[in-house]
Each structure stands twice: as structure tokens, then as C-alpha cells.
């Protein structure tokens, strides 16, 4: 592969990292490649929603993280499903489900912005906070999801997953998002250099807190279908904390900021839901499928390297501005995809 | 380099850089008195051996993210480290003390290793550490699938341990944090690693390889980790690889309470001593308040945000 193909669509990593493993469920089963594909696609979009919230949130700068996001998907399942029984309506659920995702990320955004606490311990205290009402609904929790909106996200037409193709949809929604507007062009700004954006005028704390907010959303409604997909528990999310981060940074997004790859963000996702589908299929244990998808992530990201030659050291979460961020934009393309 | 210029600078700004430190020992202290004032037992030598032995191996694997955090990486690994080094010690160790010591070797040259590779293809540490826990994860369910095993005598004596005169959880945390002052703070080592923290371009034009401090951080890390799983598993006699998994984030909570930063260049070994006392003392304090168990990680995270608004507070003052 070129490598100058790969450094400006840095989001082919993930779909050739799927490409294969895909292949090789094809070479082991001999059959139902189409199967396989369809399967993955039903459950790819729950963690892309959260991927697309957390990339957002990454972008935003060095040490911008939220790791709020497994006990938001947790409470917001419960939340959510206790609405739609108690109310009868689908749509409600949902909301509740986003509202409550908006309230725990109001509370680190409150934190990180008002007290100047670092993100990753204040979305982590916020998170805690989120845990325990969610220890405290699921005591004796009886109410069932909604079975309208269960149908919904089972349903596919022609084998493609309905659900797919409206997280495809919101995936180009924010793609739009990052390259045509105000904001998302802000937040790349103020992800390269916080100190320039504030200089050029940019809101930075408002940009930053939409930031969160919208991941807190997003993270809400992951928690709310996938708790009407699978059914409301309170390790639902557990998982999605170390993937939502994973699927972002193979996805080629940097994890210094100031670049978003929301189409990555797929391909990574494809990659991470093929793989369990390939452990499971072998019949492996947990054991060698933690074994084989640490040492993959490991290997694709020590093949793809990060940075450029310019960069003395690799990126890390730094807060001081770094003028050798910008030499990764100099294509003028940030969001790729 | 606020570190290195610390102790020629007087007063002020020597304030500024144990201030926060010094809020989270002010939780600390408030906590044991309300402790003390529910339970007078606590302030006995049994009553604190009781309250800190669940600190210890906490504050061992706050000492070896504060390494991390010291060069400006983060380490989101290490609680899933920790739990493969009690797996380890649970099977391996009771069982061969020489192939035991041998893996637990090995897993700290995986450490150095992890932090070679880290620097060379200019990678995250936060992502590439993420991706080593599934690997320790793995690891540990593959030497033992459930929870189990047991630990080498000495390791269960030692945990027993219990001296006239004073709590015996304080020797390691008092040893550990020590060791790792002489290592960061007043060795050439430590200078390497906070100068690569804090500015790895002057590093290099001292002649120095930013490469080999990496590598030391990450090797000294590893071996806070082992030492902080063989803590754990002389409490609670067994192994199990997810019994550490809420140290990750746990740590880098007590680093943070200590006064460290995200940024590097600062090596706080007794400030993460000190967070990692007061965010273990939390449950400790809860559990004797009679606070309902849901509750308790509610005012956990309500703690650490109080503190860290407090030492912002503070810091303005100072300021």
C-alpha cells in the first residue's frame, strides 16, 4: 500500500483490517460471506453512534476524552426503557434515553470548563456518579423494551440492516458537520491549536462543550437501542469505553486532536464486530479473543505508525500548544472521508 | 521543569507545586477524623492496618502510572497489568517460584517493550497501552479462565504480617513511594524522564536519547506493577485478572489528586502516595458510614471532583 495513499485517507487502515478478517471467516465457513457481512452490519452502528460522539470529543484536543461514555450507555438503557413502558411511546424512551446522556455530560462539561479539571477525571467522576443511579434503577427493574422499536432495528430489507443505513446517514451527517459548517470547523481549530482558535476569535469553551454534549447524546441513544436491541443491564456499556476509543484512533482520527475521520470510525467498527464474529466461529475462548484483538490493535497501529518524520516525539496528551500540529494539516483536508 | 527548579526557587512557588498535594492530605485527614469519630478502633494500630492494607497495591500502581504520567504518557493498561500479575502469582509463582519469577521478568521487559515500540513508530501510549490491556486481559483468562489459585506461602505471610507497634500496610506504601522518590526525584534517571516530559527537544540536544528514558519509564512501570499485583495478591490470596480493572482510571485519579499532570515533566511519587490513600480510604470510610453499596462510587466521583475544585481554589489563591 502507498504510503502517501495511507497518510491522506488515513481511514483505509480499519476497512482493510475488516477486508481480511472478513476473508478469512469466508476461507473458514466456505459459505455465507453475504451473511457475515449482514450480521456485522446489524451490530457495527451501536458502536459506531458512540465512536462518532467520542471522535468528536477527541478532536476537541490533547487530553479531551470521555470516558463517561459505558456507564451513560448503561443508565440511558434503563432510563429509556423505563419511559417507553411507562409512557407507551417508542420515541419517548429514545429522548429519555438521549436526555439522560445530555445531564451526565452537563456535569463533566461543568467540571472540565468551570473548575478546569482534566477531562478524563471529570467525565470518570461524572461516569461514577452515572454508575450508581444505575446500580440503584436496576434493583428490581421489571418493565421490557419496547417490542415496536425492537422490530425496527431487526429489520432487513435485502439484508441490509435498516439501522445501518441511518447511522450511515448520521456518519455523513457529520461529515457535513466537520467540513461545512461554523462549528465543526471550530472544533478542528480549536483541536490544533486551542491558543490560535482563541485568539481568532473562536468560542472555545462553547465549542469544546458541544463537544461533550453532543457525546453525551450520542452515547444516550447507543445506551437506549441497544437496550431495546439486547435488553437493559448494568455492564450493557462496559465494553464500549475501551472500543469507543479504539474504533476512533484506528479510524485515523489523532488522538491529539484536530483531525476527525468520521468514515474511520466505520471501518474500525467493521473491523472490531467481524473479529468477535471470527473468535466466535473458531469456537475460541475469551481468553485468545482479548489475545487476538489487543495484539491485532497493537499490530495495525505499530504497522501504521503515527505522526510524521517532523514530529520529534510521538503525539501525546499534552496541553501545551505544539506548532508542529499543524504540519499534519498542511493537505488542508481534516475531515476525511 | 517546574520540578527541577523547584528546590533553588523559595517560598512561593514551591507552595504552588505541593498545593495540591497538600488538599487531597487535607481529605485525607478529615476523612480519618470522621473515620475516627464513628469507629474510635480506627486509630488503633489493628483499626489503620485494617483501613490501609486495601490501599497498598493502589498506591503501588498510582507510583507506576505517576512514572508514566511523569514523561507524558498515560498508561490505560494497568489495571489489567496488575490483574495478570495476581493470575500470575496465583498459578505460576506458587507452583515454580523460578518460571514464576521468569514470566513476572518477562512481563516487565513487555513493559519496556511496549514503551520501545511506543517511541520508535510514534504511536499514542494512551491508545497502544488500551490495546496492550486486552493482551494482559487475555493473558490472564488464558492462565486462569475463572477466579482461583493460590498464592505462594511467603506472599500469604507477608500478607498476614501483622507487627507490634505499628500498621503494617505502611512499610510498602512508605518503601514503595521512597524508592520511587530517590528513582524520579533525585536521580539522573528521573531527570531524564521529566526533561522528556517536558521538553524532549532539549533532552535530545543534551545528548541524551529520548529513547532510553522512555524505556527506563516504561520498564520502571512494569516493575511498579508487578509489585503492586503481588500486594494484591498477598490480600486476597488468590488470582484474578479483573479484580484490578478499576485501577486504570483509579490511578490516574490519585496521580492527578497528587498534583501530577497530563502534560509530563512533574514526578509527584509522594502526592500519588497521598491520592492513592484517599481515593482507597473512600470506600473504607463509606462502607463504616453504612453507605448503601450504589451509592458509594456516587460519592466517590463527588470526592474527587470536591478535591480537584479545592485545589483549583487554592491554586487561584496562590496565584
Known amino acids: 500500500m502507498n504510503l502517501r495513499v495511507t497518510r491522506s485517507r488515513p481511514w483505509i487502515w480499519g476497512f482493510a483490517a475488516a477486508a481480511l478478517i472478513w476473508l478469512v471467516i469466508l476461507a473458514i465457513s466456505g459459505q455465507g460471506g453475504g451473511q457475515t457481512l449482514s450480521l456485522a452490519l446489524s451490530l457495527a452502528p451501536y458502536l459506531v453512534i458512540v465512536g462518532l460522539g467520542q471522535m468528536l470529543v477527541v478532536t476537541a484536543g490533547p487530553g479531551n476524552i470521555d470516558v463517561s461514555v459505558a456507564p451513560v450507555i448503561s443508565l440511558a438503557g434503563f432510563a429509556s426503557v423505563a419511559v417507553s413502558a411507562g409512557t407507551g411511546s417508542a420515541l419517548a424512551g429514545v429522548l429519555a434515553g438521549i436526555g439522560v446522556g445530555l445531564v451526565v455530560a452537563v456535569v463533566s462539561t461543568v467540571a472540565i470548563l468551570g473548575l478546569a479539571i482534566p477531562p478524563i477525571i471529570a467525565t470518570l467522576a461524572a461516569g461514577l456518579v452515572a454508575s450508581s443511579v444505575t446500580l440503584h434503577l436496576a434493583g428490581g427493574f421489571t418493565a421490557v423494551p419496547d417490542p415496536g422499536l425492537r422490530e425496527l432495528l431487526n429489520l432487513r430489507p435485502l439484508g441490509v440492516p435498516a439501522l445501518a443505513v441511518a447511522i450511515a446517514a448520521l456518519t455523513w451527517l457529520t461529515v457535513v458537520l466537520l467540513r461545512r459548517t461554523v462549528y465543526g470547523r471550530s472544533l478542528i481549530a480549536v483541536g490544533q491549536n486551542r491558543r490560535a482558535a482563541e485568539r481568532a476569535g473562536v468560542p472555545v469553551s462553547r465549542v469544546i462543550a458541544t463537544a461533550y454534549l453532543l457525546s453525551g447524546a450520542l452515547a444516550g441513544l447507543t445506551g437506549a437501542l441497544l437496550a431495546t436491541y439486547i435488553a437493559p443491564s448494568a455492564d450493557l456499556g462496559t465494553r464500549y469505553l475501551l472500543d469507543s476509543v479504539a474504533v476512533v484512533v484506528i479510524g485515523g482520527t489523532l488522538i491529539s486532536g484536530g483531525r476527525a475521520v468520521p468514515v474511520g470510525v466505520w471501518g474500525a467498527a467493521l473491523f472490531f464486530i467481524l473479529l468477535d464474529g471470527l473468535v466466535n466461529l473458531v469456537g475460541w475462548s475469551t481468553a485468545a479473543q482479548n489475545l487476538l484483538k489487543g495484539g491485532l490493535v497493537l499490530f495495525v497501529l505499530f504497522l501504521a505508525g503515527g505522526g510524521d518524520r517532523a514530529r520529534s516525539t510521538a503525539p501525546r496528551l499534552r496541553r501545551r500548544p505544539r506548532p508542529a500540529a499543524a504540519t499534519t494539516t498542511t493537505t488542508g483536508d481534516n475531515s476525511d472521508g | ?296 462510587s456516587a460519592v466517590q466521583g463527588g470526592i474527587v471532583l470536591a478535591v480537584l475544585a479545592g485545589r483549583v481554589l487554592v491554586g487561584k489563591v496562590l496565584r
Open chain 2, 1 to 296: 521543569m517546574a520540578e527541577l527548579l523547584a528546590p533553588t526557587l523559595p517560598g512561593r512557588a514551591r507552595m504552588r507545586h505541593s498545593a495540591p498535594a497538600a488538599v487531597s492530605a487535607l481529605a485525607l485527614i478529615a476523612m480519618i477524623g470522621v473515620c475516627s469519630t464513628l469507629q474510635p478502633g480506627v486509630l488503633s494500630v489493628q483499626g489503620l492496618t485494617l483501613v490501609l492494607s486495601a490501599t497498598v497495591p493502589l498506591v503501588i500502581a498510582a507510583q507506576a502510572q505517576m512514572t508514566l504520567m511523569a514523561v507524558g504518557d498515560i498508561d490505560l493498561g494497568i489495571g489489567a497489568f496488575v490483574g495478570l500479575v495476581t493470575v500470575v502469582t496465583a498459578t505460576k509463582l506458587s507452583s515454580s517460584p523460578l518460571v514464576g519469577g521468569l514470566v513476572l521478568l518477562g512481563l516487565v521487559a513487555a513493559y519496556a517493550l511496549l514503551g520501545l515500540l511506543i517511541h520508535l513508530r510514534r504511536v499514542p501510549s494512551l491508545i497502544a497501552t488500551l490495546g496492550a490491556s486486552f493482551v494482559w486481559l487475555g493473558l490472564g483468562l488464558f492462565l486462569l479462565p475463572t477466579p482461583g489459585g493460590s498464592t505462594p506461602e511467603w506472599l500469604a505471610a507477608f500478607g498476614a504480617w501483622q507487627p507490634a507497634g505499628f500498621p503494617a500496610p505502611l512499610l510498602p506504601i512508605l518503601l514503595v513511594t521512597a524508592l520511587v522518590h530517590l528513582l524520579a526525584s533525585r536521580g539522573s534517571a528521573g531527570v531524564r524522564m521529566r526533561a522528556l516530559g517536558s521538553n524532549p527537544v532539549a533532552l535530545g540536544r543534551a545528548g541524551l536519547r529520548p529513547l532510553t528514558s522512555r524505556v527506563i519509564a516504561y520498564a520502571t512501570a512494569g516493575g511498579l506493577g508487578v509489585v503492586s499485583g503481588l500486594a494484591l495478591a498477598s490480600q486476597t490470596g488468590g488470582g484474578d485478572v479483573s479484580s484490578a480493572s478499576s485501577y486504570t482510571l483509579m490511578t490516574v485519579a490519585a496521580v492527578i489528586l497528587g498534583g501530577g499532570s497530563f502534560s509530563g515533566g512533574v514526578a509527584v511519587p509522594w502526592g500519588a502516595a497521598v491520592g492513592g490513600v484517599t481515593l482507597g480510604l473512600v470506600s473504607v470510610v463509606l462502607s463504616l458510614l453504612d453507605v448503601r453499596s450504589d451509592l458509594q
